[in-house]
Nanobody, 119 residues
Framework: QAQFVESGGGLAQPGGSMTLSCKVS????????MGWYRQAPGKEREWIAQ???????DYSDSVKGRFTISRDNGRKTVYLMMNDLKSDDTAVYYC?????????????WGQGTQVTVSS
């Protein structure tokens, strides 16, 4: 069974940068889409980025141009580089394997990593 361990969160100032990591175990990462999701306080979890097996990446409008997803299949690790952070980016961030519709995920969720953007 897949397990996801997210790390790298913390406190950042508006306009700052942060890179999250997700260590994956239990599945062959190279044959899955991999994605990032987030859940802000009082809101539902939302999809924000995915990396397809062919290298194509997709982003939600809320993070396009600011966030970059990447993957290292050999290390079974997925990354999310976040630039120009805004207070609206405050959320718990999760990784998972997106379904064909990336708003749905295929595997059980990990614990996530908290990102707080505040001055």
């Amino acid at each position: 069974q897949a397990q996801f361990v997210e790390s790298g969160g913390g406190l950042a100032q508006p306009g700052g940068s942060m890179t999250l990591s997700c260590k994956v175990s239990g599945i062959n990462v190279s044959i899955y889409r991999m994605g990032w999701y987030r859940q802000a306080p009082g809101k539902e979890r939302e999809w924000i980025a995915q990396s397809r097996m062919n290298g194509i990446t997709d982003y939600s409008d809320s993070v396009k141009g600011r966030f970059t997803i990447s993957r290292d299949n050999g290390r079974k690790t997925v990354y999310l580089m976040m630039n120009d952070l805004k207070s609206d980016d405050t959320a718990v961030y999760y990784c998972n394997a997106p379904a064909r519709d990336p708003h749905s995920a295929l595997m059980p969720w990990g614990q996530g990593t908290q990102v707080t953007v505040s001055s």
